[in-house]
């Protein structure tokens, strides 16, 4: 079973995807992006992206054979951020982005508090953002999740949505 958990920047997915893993046992696939500009710094440009990409799904083909895998972002984030940053998106990235089936989407809204970051760039445009989720959601035909509120009421909605598929 594929989870991936989506949304706009400083949105929760890190948390909530952590709680999955750690709750249902699942392995967890981070957000490669993170860790990439941890690592080269925060001035990146459109090509970073492609890197990105390529080592995000490389992550999750690596453990495709897991019985539950939680993405914590994945290709959908990085071509929303191409597109709306640089105004198109590298033809891989599309390409393997129709590559995998999820079984379950969550989307995070900004109900959550702006945590500020060296690493984020977008406070005041999220609520934009997440528009633009859910139409590239709902135009390649993937049915979601919206969570909203609070770490506690996510953790509680996500655990009966788990439940109810597992049982």
């Given at each position: 079973?594929?989870?991936?958990?989506?949304?706009?920047?400083?949105?929760g997915k890190s948390t909530i995807s952590q709680f999955i893993a750690e709750e249902f046992g699942?392995?967890?696939?981070?957000?490669?992006?993170?860790?990439?500009?941890?690592?080269?710094?925060?001035?990146?440009?459109?090509?970073?992206?492609?890197?990105?990409?390529?080592?995000?799904?490389?992550?999750?083909?690596?453990?495709?054979?897991?019985?539950?895998?939680?993405?914590?972002?994945?290709?959908?984030?990085?071509?929303?951020?191409?597109?709306?940053?640089?105004?198109?998106?590298?033809?891989?990235?599309?390409?393997?982005?129709?590559?995998?089936?999820?079984?379950m989407v969550l989307l995070c809204t900004p109900a959550v508090g702006w945590v500020t970051d060296?690493?984020?760039?977008?406070?005041?445009?999220?609520?934009?953002?997440?528009?633009?989720?859910?139409?590239?959601?709902?135009?390649?035909?993937?049915?979601?999740?919206?969570?909203?509120?609070?770490?506690?009421?996510?953790?509680?909605?996500?655990?009966?949505?788990?439940?109810?598929?597992?049982?």
């Open positions: 079973m594929n989870i991936l958990v989506t949304g706009p920047e400083s949105t699942a392995t967890l696939i981070p957000e490669y992006a993170r860790a990439y500009l941890e690592e080269h710094g925060s001035d990146y440009n459109q090509q970073d992206l492609l890197h990105i990409a390529n080592r995000h799904y490389t992550l999750y083909k690596e453990a495709s054979a897991s019985k539950l895998i939680v993405l914590d972002s994945f290709l959908l984030n990085i071509k929303i951020w191409s597109e709306y940053k640089y105004g198109s998106c590298d033809p891989w990235i599309l390409d393997k982005y129709n590559d995998i089936t999820f079984d060296p690493l984020r760039e977008n406070p005041n445009n999220r609520d934009e953002l997440l528009d633009i989720f859910k139409s590239e959601l709902e135009a390649i035909h993937l049915e979601y999740v919206v969570l909203e509120s609070d770490r506690k009421l996510r953790e509680k909605q996500v655990q009966v949505l788990l439940s109810e598929i597992q049982s």
